[in-house]
């Protein structure tokens, strides 16, 4: 049973180059989210989706940073241009949104390096 | 502005001890809390969560109480073990707007070390 899939799982780049990371989440999962975790900071929510729709992205620092789902099974999330302070560890999530705050499911994250 | 604060950075306990690990939060709406596990090069996985309508909730070595009136949570680990070794996060949740999405806070972390 494949839990929350992310990749890539390392990516180092130049200041100023476009990145994209992945996540496909657990098949049957409505809800998906992005965080990124920093020593300073821990684990900051960047945005969430609920069946596709972004609900909130108050998380996202810089229009730098964008994100979509283009169906239930497939996210992206872009920063362009990037800079060295993004470098960081992105995770996904995903869970069934029900009647409650259910867990989330995380998958193992990419650590990004941008030099 | 932090709504969710674990203001230990980290934590080191002989094993068999108990492990303490503490976590307070600033938004009253919050209405469910949550405890994370993290190993290195790994995403975080659920280990035990509380409502706010119980001040405790137990799971085996694992014990979340909850003071609503002092905006405090801790996880006890009791006897703590070698393989508890890990970043442990706080999280906290409430309903948000009209679409019923729960938006989940989590705290910094805190780092615990079990010496054997």
């Known amino acids: 049973d494949a839990g929350v899939i992310q990749s890539p799982r390392h990516e180092v780049t130049e200041m100023g180059q476009e990145v994209t990371l992945r996540c496909k989440p657990i098949?049957?999962?409505?809800?998906l989210f992005w965080y990124r975790q920093t020593m300073m900071r821990g684990l900051e929510l960047l945005i969430y989706f609920n069946n596709n729709v972004p609900i909130d992205d108050s998380g996202m620092p810089e229009d730098r940073f964008s994100a979509k789902m283009p169906n239930a099974s497939f996210s992206t999330l872009k920063i362009q241009p990037s800079e060295p302070r993004d470098s960081a560890v992105y995770f996904c999530?995903?869970?069934?949104?029900?009647?409650?705050?259910?867990?989330?499911?995380f998958g193992p994250g990419t650590r990004l390096t941008v030099l | 502005d932090q709504q969710v604060k674990q203001n230990s950075p980290s934590l080191s306990v002989q094993e068999g001890r108990i492990s303490i690990l503490n976590c307070d939060y600033t938004n009253s709406m919050f209405d469910y809390f949550l405890w994370y596990k993290k190993y290195p090069a790994e995403g975080p996985t659920f280990l035990i969560s509380?409502?706010?309508?119980?001040d405790k909730n137990e799971d085996g070595r694992f014990t979340v109480f909850l003071n609503k009136s002092a905006k405090h949570l801790s996880l006890h680990i009791v006897p703590s073990q070698p393989g508890d070794s890990a970043v442990y996060f706080c999280?906290?949740?409430?309903?948000?707007?009209?679409?019923?999405?729960?938006?989940?806070?989590f705290g910094a972390g805190t780092r615990l070390f079990v010496k054997a």
């Open positions: 509380i409502s706010s309508i119980k």
């Open positions: 999280a906290a949740s409430g309903s948000r707007g009209s679409t019923g999405g729960f938006k989940t806070i």
């Open positions: 098949s049957g999962h409505n809800s």
């Open positions: 999530a995903s869970r069934v949104r029900g009647g409650g705050p259910d867990t989330q499911y």
